[in-house]
């Protein structure tokens, strides 16, 4: 089983930058065999797809939200997936996680083996 572990989140000031890890572990094919995608969730509310980079290491999209800003990339040595986010404001505080797929899109259900996910903080 493909297990990920999110980290790098914080508290940031508006404006600032922060870079998120997906890392990808446990047994079963590495990372790059699967669809890697961005989500983030504030309480009671739906979980947003952000962006997703699929195993062709092709970027599937960009949320309007995070458009311009946010960054999808990954190291396959180091089986990892990364978030750059720049630029951020206060309506980024959420919870950021990542998940694999077998097909990039932003609906959470095309997903599976959820990290448990990192707390972004943006302060205005």
């Known amino acids: 089983q493909v297990q990920l572990v999110e980290s790098g989140g914080g508290l940031v000031q508006a404006g600032g930058s922060l870079r998120l890890s997906c890392a990808g572990s446990g047994s079963g094919f590495p990372l790059y065999f699967y669809g890697v995608g961005w989500f983030r969730q504030l309480p009671g509310k739906e979980r947003e797809g952000l962006t997703c980079i699929n195993e062709w290491g092709n970027i599937t999209y960009y949320a309007d939200s995070v458009k311009g800003r946010f960054t999808v990339s990954r190291d396959i040595n180091r089986n990892t997936v990364y978030l750059q986010m720049n630029d951020l404001k206060a309506e980024d505080t959420a919870i950021y996680s990542c998940?694999?797929?077998?097909?990039?899109?932003?609906?959470?259900?095309?997903?599976?083996?959820w990290g448990q996910g990192t707390q972004v903080t943006v302060s205005s």
């Open positions: 998940a694999k797929t077998e097909s990039c899109s932003p609906d959470p259900a095309d997903f599976d083996s």
